[in-house]
C-alpha cells in the first residue's frame, strides 16, 4: 500500500485497510520517536495554524525534528499577512514552494479541504472548525489498538460535547470502519452528535444516546472525556448552561470494568478530576506518546519515506 502524497482532510476518505496501515507504521516508529533518525533528513513540514494550537503543533514539530526533518510557519495568524486580508488560496501557493508537506488547522469548516485543492504537496488537516481532526482520531484508534489489542467489538463512551468538539466526530467516521463496536453517546441534549454524523454511521455502528455517564460506565472499555469547546459557542449563555456538565472522579470510576481505560484529547478543563490521574485507568498522557508515533508514522507515509 502507498499513501504518497494523499491528503489527510477527513477520515472519510480512507479505508480500513488505509488506517491499518497508518496504526502499523506507527508500531515502526517507537524506536526511531526514542532515538530519532534521519528518514525524512531535508524534508520541511510548514504548520500553518490558524487558531490556537500547543499540543497538536508540538506533536507535529517533535514528529518532523526526530524524522531528522525541519518546521517553518506560524500559530499567530494575527502577525501572519492574514492580517493583511491575504486569502487562504495564496498563503498556499506561497508556501508550498517552501515545503514538502503543510499542516493546516483553521476555525473554518472545510478549510483544509480547499487548501488541499490549490496545494500540490500532501495537506494534512489539524483540525478544521467543528468539523473533523483525524489525526487525533487515528492516534485515538491506535490508542484502543495498544490498549486492547484490537479495535473490533470495542464499546466506547464518548461524554461531553459532541456538537463542537472536532475530535469526536473523526473519531466516529474511524470507529465505523471497524466491526462490532459499540458507541455510547453521552451529553448533555443541546451539545448531542449531529445529525449529519448520526445519519452518515447510524447503519454501520451500534449506539445508544444518554444523558448519565454513571448509567453506563459499568459496561464499556473506553471512556473518551471531551472539554466543552466554549469558543465555538454562538451565545455564551448556552454554554453557561452547560458547563461543567461532567465531571469524571475516581469515585465514578469504583463502577468501571477493571480493565477500563479513560482518554481525553487534551486540553482538559474541569471533565477530568485531577485524582483520576493516579487510578489505573487514566490513558490520556500515554495518548500523547501514541500520537508522536502516529504523526511520525503520517509524514513519512503521505511523503513516500517509510523505512
Ligand atoms: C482538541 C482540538 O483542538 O480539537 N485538542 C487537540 O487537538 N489537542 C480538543 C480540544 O481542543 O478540546
Do not use: C
Amino acid at each position: 500500500m502507498n499513501l504518497q502524497g494523499r491528503n489527510i482532510i477527513s477520515i472519510r476518505d480512507f479505508t480500513r485497510a488505509e488506517l491499518d496501515f497508518m496504526l502499523s507504521t506507527a508500531d515502526k516508529m517507537e524506536n526511531l520517536a526514542k532515538r530519532g533518525s534521519d528518514i525524512l533528513k531535508a524534508k520541511i513540514m510548514a504548520t500553518l495554524f490558524f487558531e490556537p494550537s500547543t499540543r497538536t503543533k508540538l506533536s507535529f514539530e517533535t514528529a518532523m525534528y526526530r524524522l531528522g526533518g525541519m518546521n517553518i510557519g506560524f500559530s499567530e495568524p494575527g502577525v501572519a499577512s492574514i492580517q493583511k486580508g491575504e486569502n487562504l488560496s495564496d498563503t498556499v501557493r506561497v508556501v508550498e514552494n517552501y515545503s514538502d508537506v503543510l499542516v493546516i488547522r483553521h476555525p473554518m469548516e472545510g478549510a483544509s479541504r480547499l487548501a488541499s485543492e490549490f496545494a500540490n504537496i500532501p495537506v494534512i488537516n489539524a483540525g478544521s472548525g467543528s468539523e473533523e481532526h483525524p489525526t487525533q482520531a487515528i492516534l485515538d484508534i491506535y490508542t484502543m489498538k495498544r490498549e486492547f489489542g484490537s479495535v473490533d467489538g470495542l464499546k466506547v463512551a464518548m461524554i461531553g460535547d459532541l456538537r463542537y468538539g472536532r475530535t469526536v466526530h473523526s473519531l466516529t467516521y474511524a470507529l465505523s470502519l471497524y466491526s462490532g463496536v459499540k458507541l455510547y453517546l453521552v451529553s448533555p441534549d443541546i451539545l448531542k452528535m449531529r445529525n449529519e454524523v448520526l445519519d452518515d454511521i447510524g447503519r454501520m455502528i451500534d449506539i445508544e444516546e444518554g444523558r448519565q455517564l454513571k448509567e453506563i460506565i459499568n459496561k464499556v472499555d473506553v471512556i473518551y472525556m471531551t472539554r466543552i469547546q466554549k469558543e465555538r459557542f454562538a451565545d455564551p449563555a448556552e454554554y453557561e448552561s452547560v458547563k461543567g456538565s461532567y465531571r469524571l472522579s475516581k469515585t465514578d470510576l469504583e463502577e468501571a470494568r477493571k480493565d477500563a481505560i479513560v482518554m481525553h484529547p487534551l486540553p482538559r478543563i474541569d471533565e477530568i478530576d485531577a485524582n483520576v490521574d493516579s487510578t489505573i485507568h487514566a490513558r490520556y498522557f500515554k495518548q500523547v506518546w501514541y500520537g508522536l508515533l502516529v504523526r511520525m508514522g503520517l509524514l513519512t507515509l503521505v511523503l513516500g519515506s517509510v523505512p
